[in-house]
T-cell receptor, first 115, second 112 residues
Framework: DADVTQTPRNRITKTGKRIMLECSQT?????MYWYRQDPGLGLRLIYY???????NKGEISDGYSVSRQAQAKFSLSLESAIPNQTALYFC??????????????FGPGTRLTVL | GDSVTQMEGPVTLSEEAFLTINCTYT??????LFWYVQYPGEGLQLLLK?????DKGSNKGFEATYRKETTSFHLEKGSVQVSDSAVYFC???????????FGQGTRLTINP
């Protein structure tokens, strides 16, 4: 079984709809991240969480919100989806121990299309 | 702020060719440097890393050396295979903010 799973893997929705992307991990890591990938732009950080009670905005958090329901679960919501949120979304995790926290482990991604 | 710049792709090579993908960075302090690889339809996976100047990271025949004087971390492989076709991302760790900063990615295609 994969260590970091994302659901759904693909989603097509319409402008204005609320969408939730879910991420679960079995690695026992405290830290979790949400990124979006756009062609030619690499990965950009949306939100990150260093533990269940800690949520931080990344560089492109506008239009998104997150919920850390448990150590193993971190959800990303689009309250009112718009077409320029069409992208590939990745969840990632990392350990909190010094020397290990730099290495992130990625899920397989969710391809979201907003029409 | 910190940033990473990679050579633009796509890069197309023949099997057994020598590969170089350039990566330079701008950072305050002394970041760790990474190469991640994304195979078709998959998430990113760590390929190699280096944590201090002059360190060489290596894995699966790929190598990269942390060059502080030129702020570079170029990825090299002596003889590429079709299975190396993927998108490669250079990244640095912003130790102060404890986050990764990624380059834009370089798509590599290897033809048999």
């Amino acid at each position: 079984d994969a260590d970091v799973t994302q659901t759904p893997r693909n989603r097509i929705t319409k402008t204005g709809k609320r969408i939730m992307l879910e991420c679960s991990q079995t690695k026992g890591h405290d830290r979790m991240y949400w990124y979006r990938q756009d062609p030619g732009l690499g990965l950009r950080l949306i939100y990150y969480s260093f533990d269940v009670k800690d949520i931080n905005k990344g560089e492109i958090s506008d239009g998104y919100s997150v919920s850390r329901q448990a150590q193993a679960k971190f959800s990303l919501s689009l309250e009112s989806a718009i077409p320029n949120q069409t992208a590939l979304y990745f969840c990632a995790t990392s350990d909190s121990l010094a020397g290990a926290r730099d290495t992130q482990y990625f899920g397989p991604g969710t391809r979201l299309t907003v029409l | 702020g910190d940033s990473v710049t990679q050579m633009e792709g796509p890069v197309t090579l023949s099997e057994e060719a020598f590969l170089t993908i350039n990566c330079t960075y701008t950072a305050t302090g002394y970041p760790s440097l990474f190469w991640y690889v994304q195979y078709p339809g998959e998430g990113l996976q760590l390929l190699l890393k280096a944590t201090k100047a002059d360190d060489k990271g290596s894995n699966k025949g790929f190598e990269a050396t942390y060059r502080k004087e030129t702020t570079s971390f170029h990825l090299e492989k002596g003889s590429v295979q079709v299975s190396d076709s993927a998108v490669y991302f250079c990244a640095l760790s912003d130790r102060r903010a404890q986050k990764l900063v990624f380059g834009q990615g370089t798509r590599l295609t290897i033809n048999p």
